[in-house]
């Protein structure tokens, strides 16, 4: 597999065209509600989104929900590892991270502090991406010995490939794992009460989720742009043996498919997404995570079952707050009901030498919706 750039958050992205002007709503007639799949119905099958209305939610629906049950205090989610994957030390803007039997240093901002292991561990590392530490440009790997194009781990059921990438990724998220057992509980849970989850994978890259929610016993849809990511997905259902399971492989622009089933009134269970910053769909279509996120969950919104399970969202984007896309969701699924948790997502790093002592790197942003029937 060549140049797996095109899956990537890291590059730089256009300068978005300014937004049309548009006055406030301004009293008079009252705000229109918007309407499943409306504007896009009206502008064709590659339409957009739905523009965003003035006042798309009205704020009285969502005052009593949020003062019930919805506090935005910060749930703090940790992933302490599994048998393949450890974050063994990390300081000085890098971390040292062990995927199965390859030992990898990687740049990382959030690592404010000072290694506890000696240079020379990790010197020893099999191989060191000295790429530009910017969040842009390909950059490079240098390896201390001979390694293999690409390597063999799990996580549960899923088996997958690892490879170093040109923009410093390996295939797999590993602090995902914290998501993908909360998932799998409420998939399974489900499951037992005789239901069959239709769940939706957007930005699925590699497939990890789609493969763990399959063998929990949801009907997976899984999202991607690349046609690379999708070929590495169904490489990896494959490797774990999950080739019966029902998933369907779609290469597409998150967007646009998103918007297409809002029209053709298909319905999920459960919604998992995962947007980069930045991205392109198959056509160049372009994805800017601040601009588009608010009109894609409102079509999700649109494609959750009336009793929907979960939507689950992880935002990279660490310069942001927890508590942004929180309120977004809160307004969103305000008319809903269901229960929001939100918080950060953490990987925690190998006890000190001698300690129990573990510290934690902070890698993303989540806020998850739970549906009545699933609380
Ligand atoms: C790398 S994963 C997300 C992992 C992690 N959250 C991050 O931000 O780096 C992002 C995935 O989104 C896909 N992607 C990017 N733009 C897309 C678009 N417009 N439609 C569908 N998928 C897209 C990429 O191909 C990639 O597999």
């Known amino acids: 597999m060549g140049d797996l750039s095109r899956m990537d958050r890291t590059r730089r992205p256009p300068k978005p065209p300014k937004p049309a002007a548009r006055p406030p709503h301004s009293g008079g007639r009252p705000p229109r509600r918007e309407v499943a799949g409306e504007a896009a119905r009206a502008s064709g099958e590659t339409a957009a989104l739905p523009a965003p209305l003035v006042f798309p939610v009205d704020p009285t629906v969502l005052a009593p929900r949020r003062s019930a049950g919805d506090p935005l205090a ?13 974050l063994l030390d990390s300081g000085l803007g890098r971390k040292l991270e062990r995927y199965g039997h390859v030992r990898v240093v990687r740049p990382e901002e959030q690592a404010l502090w000072t290694p506890r292991l000696p240079a020379e561990t990790w010197e020893a590392a099999d191989a060191h991406f000295t790429g530009d530490v910017e969040e842009e440009g390909p950059g490079r790997w240098r390896f201390t010995r001979r390694m293999p194009e690409t390597w063999p781990m799990r996580f549960e059921a899923a088996r997958f ?4 990438t040109s923009f410093r990724h390996t295939g797999v998220f590993p602090e995902q794992a914290a998501h993908w057992r909360w998932m799998r509980g409420a998939i399974e ?4 009460a005789g239901r069959r989850p239709r769940l939706l994978n957007l930005f699925g890259y590699t497939g990890l989720a789609s493969l763990i929610a399959a063998d929990a016993g949801a009907e997976v849809t899984h999202v991607d742009a690349s046609k ?3 070929a590495w997905a169904r490489e990896n259902q494959g490797e774990s043996g999950l080739d019966h399971l029902p998933i369907r492989w779609i290469c597409d622009d998150a967007t646009k498919f998103v918007a297409r089933e809002v029209r053709r009134g298909n319905r999920y269970d459960a919604i998992l997404l995962d947007p980069p910053k930045y991205g392109r769909g198959p056509e160049g279509e372009v994805w800017q995570l601040f601009e588009h996120l608010p009109a894609m969950l409102r079509a999700c919104r649109d494609l959750l079952a009336p009793d929907a399970l979960f939507e689950i969202l992880t935002v990279y984007a660490m310069r942001s707050s927890y508590a942004s896309f929180h309120e977004l969701l809160a307004e969103v699924m305000g008319t809903r009901g269901g229960r929001l948790a939100s918080g950060e997502l953490f990987i925690a790093e190998d006890p000190a030498p001698g300690t129990d002592v573990r510290r934690r790197l902070a ?10 029937e699933a609380k």
Not at 74 to 86: K, R
Not at 161 to 164: A, I, L, M, N, W
Not at 189 to 192: E, W
Not at 363 to 372: A, D, F, K, N
Request: net charge neutral; hydrophobic share 40%; proline share 3%.
């Open 228 to 230: 690379k990511s999708i």
């Open 161 to 164: 490939s690892c490879r170093f």
């Open 189 to 192: 849970r489900a499951k037992a």
């Open 74 to 86: 910060p749930e703090m989610m940790e992933m302490a590892g599994w048998d393949d994957y450890a």
């Open 363 to 372: 890698t993303s942003l989540w806020v998850r919706w739970t549906g009545e």
